[in-house]
């Protein structure tokens, strides 16, 4: 199910409030809003029944005010019935009806004038309270005795008026009938009092004038009670009783007042739904009001209480529940804070630990666990810490000590980007260049390093695959040193390296300098020991030759060792010269258009004394001529001598020599092929190295110098030919040499190539024991 989006808002609020408020909050909200709840509904019920209440009141009250009125008047009309059936007053007895007046006004204090009138509207008798004599009227034309007379014939009870005092009273005027029979007077209703044909059957009436105060007084003014009040309407709406008196003397219209309005709209029926309403009152004020319609006069009565005094005392209990609801927020407030305190605490200092820890602290350690989840968590973060700690304590050790080793190789050693920019370097690096480490790392190797090979400007590509090899490069760093270098690129490409390529220099300039001191010493040498030499071997021959038969064969054995020996030792002073030469770069050839069949020929024939002594069969396969090439004859003379001299030497008696020439589409191969000793599988790599020899002390009484096949392979490769060996230790070997034949080679290059140096050894390249 898809959560609910959050809105952005809410998300920003919950971000910046951090987790402790949201606890806060969350406990709060959790706490405090049913106890607001729970007191509103509190408040509202008690509201709700303080109203019930309230409206049950009014509607007693009105209900006995109402009575009471009702009362009021019915007695009034019921005690006038009874004296209008007076004979005195019937018959109009002037004397006696005074006396019956008299007495009325002395029992009823509230009529403040009762008049007998005859049936002409002529007040016979007219009588005020202070029982004084009126003066009579005419009372015809008044609404009282016309609404007796005329109407009904039943009692009138006029609208309430208002004297100049400001006094409420109403007239009441009652027919005199003659009652058809005898009547219990006490219960008589004014429509039960007599027969009433028409207004000849009425005799005359009394009309008297009550007032109205003590009626209010004794039964309006005790209903008001507290806030509440009531007051009374006529069946207009006309205020006729109010404690705010004023309003009745001015005949004050309530008929906007919605309670007033709804009595008046009710006025004629008996069982209204709704007496009570919660309305504004005259004065603009929410009141609870109830009405109560007088039964004998339309009236209505009222009784209205402001809302607010109702509610009073709710809203007195309301401000404790206000007081105690803050109070109990901020007993919960505090308490939430010291709670999601204690929820938080420890999460912030997690927090706070391990943002120390990914900052790079990792001797931060969470000082405060609890025996909870939490403490757990924090046991586990402070492990993980001590683990990483201890890890990179590790990998900053194993750093360092590869720091270390790179620092202190002799070697200058580089990494470079995927960009060509320098991302490692050692100290061997900042002493090779003689540029400070930060100007070295983030470079460009082609920036730091410009390279020469033969005085021209090289260049390396670092992102080639594998492992380069680059020789005899030259480095001139920023301060002029010149360094002979040589450089080794490896591309990393087993696993995803960050290091593009790895770069080792090696300064080959002191060991180049150590050798060319070397084989300076070795030239000089050699140059100096070959005159004595020659001297010594001239004498040598002298003796030999000229002491002839002369000498002692003992002596002349003497002389032909010591010769024998001064040649040995010639033919290595001219190797050794050779390989300076060589190593120099100085051996001189002299290019020109050469048979290689016929040197190969030569070369067999000359050495068959040699092989025929030692019992081997030397045997030439191939043309005898017409194999040209470009080279240096005697040179190339001196190769195959060479070889084929080897051959001979290390075959034991009974062996097979064979040299063979054939012609392949480029080139000539020449084989040397021997039945010998062989050469074992270790020794062969090293075989065309300077001064290596495999068979040192040979039984064949072999005492080479192990230079000639280093020399043979330098003038084999200066003809642009390979020259290898197969072999097999027992079985014999053979020694193969490639060379490019005349027409793949311009002879002008050749020898523009060979003219490097012109001094020429008269004996030959190698020199051997081949004198013998
Ligand atoms: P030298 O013959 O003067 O010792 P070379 O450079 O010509 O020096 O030969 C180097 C070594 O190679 C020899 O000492 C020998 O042990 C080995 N060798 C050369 N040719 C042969 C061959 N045909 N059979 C066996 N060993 C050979």
Redesign the pocket.
């Known amino acids: 199910m898809q959560p609910a989006p959050t809105s952005p808002i809410v998300t920003n609020i919950m971000l910046k409030l951090g987790i402790r408020a949201r606890i806060l909050f969350l406990i709060l909200a959790a706490t405090v809003l049913p106890l607001l709840l729970m007191d509103l509904y509190w408040v509202n019920s008690q509201q709700q029944s303080l109203l019930n209440n309230a409206r049950a009141t009014q509607v007693s009250v009105t209900e006995n005010v109402g009575n009471q009125v009702d009362n009021f008047i019915s007695r009034k009309v019921r005690a006038l019935i009874i004296h209008s059936q007076s004979p005195s007053l019937q018959f109009f007895d002037i004397n006696k009806s005074t006396l019956e007046i008299d007495a009325l006004l002395f029992q009823d204090k509230d009529i403040t004038k009762a008049a007998l009138v005859d049936r002409n509207g002529q007040e016979v008798v007219s009588i005020k309270n202070d029982l004084k004599p009126d003066v009579p009227k005419n009372v015809k034309n008044t609404d009282a005795f016309r609404a007796a007379s005329y109407l009904s014939g039943k009692e009138y009870i006029s609208p309430v008026l208002i004297d100049a005092s400001g006094r409420p009273s109403i007239t009441i005027a009652v027919p005199m009938v003659t009652f058809t029979q005898p009547q219990d007077l006490s219960n008589l209703s004014t429509a039960e009092s007599g027969v009433v044909r028409g207004s000849q059957d009425i005799k005359g009436m009394l009309i008297v004038q009550v007032s109205l105060d003590s009626l209010w007084s004794n039964v309006l003014l005790p209903a008001s009670r507290d806030h509440g009040y009531a007051y009374a309407v006529d069946s207009q709406g006309t205020v006729i009783a109010h404690p705010d008196n004023s309003l009745v003397k001015m005949h004050k219209d309530f008929s906007a007042v919605p309670i007033v309005n709804l009595f008046k709209s009710n006025i004629d029926k008996t069982a209204p739904d709704n007496r009570t309403i919660a309305a504004n009152s005259e004065k603009n004020v929410l009141v609870l009001a109830t009405f109560q319609k007088v039964a004998a006069t339309n009236w209505g009565v009222i009784f209205e209480e402001p809302m607010s005094s109702i509610y009073q005392s709710v809203n007195n209990s309301l401000g404790v529940s206000v007081a105690l609801a803050i109070s109990a927020i901020v007993v919960m407030g505090l308490l939430s804070l010291s709670l999601s305190r204690y929820i938080t605490n420890p999460i912030l200092l997690i927090a706070r630990t391990t943002k120390q820890i990914g900052q790079g602290d990792l001797s931060a350690r969470i000082t405060r666990i609890a025996k909870d989840e939490i403490g757990e968590l924090s046991l586990d973060i402070n492990n993980m810490a001590g683990n990483l700690q201890e890890y990179i304590g590790r990998s900053e050790t194993q750093r360092h000590r590869i720091e270390a080793i790179l620092n202190n190789t002799v070697e200058s050693i580089l990494a470079i980007d995927g960009d060509g920019k320098i991302t490692i370097a050692n100290n061997s690096t900042v002493k090779l260049t003689g540029l400070r480490i930060d100007k070295i790392i983030g470079k460009q190797i082609e920036d730091i390093f410009k390279w020469q090979k033969q005085n021209n400007p090289f260049s390396i590509d670092f992102f080639a695959p594998g492992t380069q090899v680059y020789d005899e490069l030259a480095y001139t760093n920023p301060t002029g040193a010149l360094h002979d270098v040589k450089v080794i690129v490896v591309r990393p490409t087993e696993f995803q390296s960050a290091a593009q390529a790895i770069i080792t220099i090696h300064d080959e300039t002191e060991s180049r300098e150590l050798e060319k001191m070397k084989i300076d010493f070795v030239s000089l040498a050699a140059h100096e020991l070959r005159t004595p030499l020659a001297a010594v071997r001239g004498y040598l021959d002298l003796i030999s030759y000229q002491g002839g038969a002369n000498l002692d064969e003992k002596i002349k054995h003497y002389v032909d060792q010591s010769r024998t020996s001064v040649v040995e030792l010639g033919d290595l002073i001219g190797?050794l010269l050779n390989v300076t030469r060589i190593e120099r770069g100085t051996l001189a050839l002299t290019m020109s258009k050469i048979d290689l069949a016929d040197c190969a020929v030569q070369s067999v024939q000359s050495l068959q004394f040699n092989a025929a002594g030692r019992n081997i069969k030397l045997s030439y396969n191939g043309p005898t001529t017409g194999s040209f090439m470009i080279g240096d004859e005697v040179a190339m003379r001196e190769v195959l001598r060479?070889?084929v001299?080897?051959?001979i030497?290390?075959?034991l008696p009974n062996g097979v020599v064979e040299v063979t020439l054939s012609d392949r589409p480029q080139h000539y191969v020449l084989t040397?092929k021997?039945t010998?000793?062989?050469?074992p599988a270790k020794?062969l790599p090293h075989?065309?190295t300077k001064f290596?020899?495999?068979?040192?002390g040979?039984e064949s009484g072999?005492?080479?110098?192990?230079?000639?096949?280093?020399?043979?392979k330098s003038i084999v490769e200066r003809h642009n030919g390979t020259i290898g060996?197969v072999?097999k230790e027992g079985e014999?070997?053979v020694?193969t040499i490639t060379l490019p034949k005349f027409e793949s080679v311009s002879l002008t290059q050749a020898q523009a190539a060979a003219e490097q140096s012109n001094i020429r050894r008269k004996r030959g390249w190698?020199t051997?024991?081949i004198a013998r």
């Open positions: 190797n060479n070889l001299d080897n051959a030497k290390y075959t040397v021997d010998g000793i062989g050469i020794a075989l065309f290596y020899r495999v068979h040192g040979l072999s005492r080479g110098t192990g230079l000639g096949l280093f020399i043979a060996v072999s014999g070997s020694f190698i051997k024991n």
